[in-house]
């Protein structure tokens, strides 16, 4: 069963700070990662998706990155805003499924 | 830009009532997912639909439950007979593709009494 696990749980750093969110996970038989933001009482908004045979995807100010063979993936976020302040959630599409499996976010706060 | 919605975006009821969450996928996507969220806990997938069918379905997604798209539009999912602990966040997700990026809706909240 794949396992998604997000450190830290928490964060805050000042504004103009890049931010390091990091996603590990125990299968590397995937077909992508996505990530995604999570603003408080609110639904999931799709921020990134790296397919499997990539290594990285850009916008904007983010940057994700993944190692499929470690099992890892990192969300950069460049010169970070209060209005960054969220929940980032990092998600895995394993082989041979539908379903996408989640880590329970890093919680992020970007202090003005 | 298209988006995925969802009513009502809160409902009470008490338990062993039914309840029908909706959704209303982006309209050229093929591929239809609900999830849920308890509280404080990680996002679950529930049930994948594709081709008017259950392509794929967790453990969570017992008797209790069904989906179905009545008028090709909406996409709906039926708790039979409401628990406590379907108290909960669910939220509907649809893709172009089996592969592609899955595009969240806001949400219904559940709330079970």
């Known amino acids: 069963k794949q396992e998604v696990t997000q450190i830290p749980a928490a964060l805050s750093v000042p504004e103009g700070e890049n931010l390091v969110l990091n996603c590990s996970f125990t299968?590397?038989?995937?077909?992508?990662l996505q990530w995604f933001r999570q603003d408080p009482g609110k639904g999931l908004t799709s921020l990134l998706l790296i397919q499997s045979s990539q290594r990285e995807q850009t916008s904007g100010r983010l940057n994700a990155s993944l190692d499929k063979s470690s099992g890892r993936s990192t969300l950069y976020i460049a010169a970070s805003q209060p209005g960054d302040s969220a929940t980032y959630l990092c998600?895995?599409?394993?082989?041979?499924?539908?379903?996408?499996?989640f880590g329970k976010g890093n919680q992020v706060v970007v202090i003005p | 830009e298209p988006e995925v919605t969802q009513t009502p975006s809160h409902q009470v009821t008490q338990m062993g009532q039914e309840v029908i969450l909706r959704c209303v996928p982006i309209s050229n996507h093929l591929y239809f997912y609900w999830y849920r969220q308890i509280l404080g806990q990680k996002v679950e997938f529930l049930v994948s639909f594709y081709n008017n069918e259950i392509s794929e379905k967790s453990e969570i997604f017992d008797d209790q439950f069904s989906v179905e798209r009545p008028d090709g539009s909406n996409f709906t999912l039926k708790i039979r007979s409401t628990k406590l602990e379907d108290s909960a966040m669910y939220f509907c997700?649809?893709?172009?593709?089996?592969?592609?990026?899955?595009?969240f809706g806001p949400g219904t909240r559940l709330t079970v009494l």
């Open positions: 998600a895995v599409r394993p082989r041979g499924n539908n379903r996408l499996a």
């Open positions: 299968d590397s038989a995937i077909y992508n």
């Open positions: 997700a649809t893709g172009p593709g089996s592969t592609d990026t899955q595009y």
